[in-house]
């Protein structure tokens, strides 16, 4: 099985510009959840998706939002891209009901 | 509200040595507790999990974790460590009690270093 894929894998953008990133999940995987990796602040949860409704939301602005299609494809986009937004992505995709989650390599965002 | 602690920022270790990387958590139920691994440019890796049962639990690549409830503790251990298990680890916990949600918190990270 192909594992968890997103596009790009580099972005460089200049603030006050907006994003979108893309997820691709493990065939059958119906959850997607994203996180932002940064040096200072660990791992954060964004949101989750499930059967492309939003199921969880981090404690993230406005300006970070996503959405999954119906094929469980899912992308975030944030708007009016701050200096701080400058991170590593990661989108993580799970069976139903299973706690164990698969990362994607990450898409490196920097704002500059 | 759940939460998790990893005390240390890096962990250092000789080749063949065991190695111990710390993990605490918290929670008002019982935990779902997870270690992960990441490598230089590449996403996290599931190691191992512990739901219940076994306080001893065996995951990939030689790694083991010992559950201690006493202590709320859920340290990952390896007898031989190897060069090559150089990386980053998150321990993550999720409340069993948690409404439904699968979404675990993560620790900030270790990164373990194993000298030749």
């Known amino acids: 099985k192909a594992g968890v894929t997103q596009t790009p894998r580099y972005l460089i953008k200049t603030r006050g510009q907006q994003v979108t990133l893309s997820c691709s999940p493990i065939?059958?995987?119906?959850?997607v959840s994203w996180y932002q990796q940064t040096p200072g602040q660990g791992l954060q949860f964004l949101f989750e998706?499930?059967?492309?409704?939003?199921?969880n939301k981090g404690n993230f602005p406005g300006r970070f939002s996503g959405r999954q299609f119906s094929n469980s494809r899912s992308e975030m986009n944030v708007s009016t891209l701050e200096l701080g937004d400058s991170a590593l992505y990661l989108c993580?995709?799970?069976?139903?009901?299973?706690?164990?989650?698969?990362f994607g390599p990450g898409t490196r965002l920097t704002v500059t | 509200a759940q939460s998790v602690a990893q005390p240390e920022d890096q962990v250092n270790v000789a080749e063949g040595n065991p190695l111990t990387v710390k993990c605490t958590y918290s929670?008002?139920?019982?935990?779902?507790l997870f270690w992960y691994v990441q490598y230089p440019n590449r996403g996290l890796q599931f190691l191992l999990k512990?739901?219940?049962?076994?306080?001893l639990v065996k995951g990939s690549y030689g790694f083991e974790a010992e559950f201690n409830k006493s202590q709320t503790s859920f340290h990952l251990k390896k007898p031989s460590a190897l060069v090559s298990d150089s990386a980053l680890y998150f321990c993550?916990?999720?409340?069993?009690?948690?409404?439904?949600?699968?979404?675990?918190?993560f620790g900030r990270g270790t990164s373990l270093i194993v000298h030749p």
């Open positions: 993580a995709s799970s069976l139903a009901g299973k706690d164990e989650q698969y």
């Open positions: 065939s059958g995987h119906r959850s």
């Open positions: 998706y499930f059967s492309e409704t939003q199921r």
């Open positions: 929670v008002s139920g019982n935990p779902y």
């Open positions: 512990y739901i219940t049962g076994d306080n």
């Open positions: 993550a916990v999720r409340d069993h009690a948690s409404g439904g949600s699968y979404i675990p918190t």
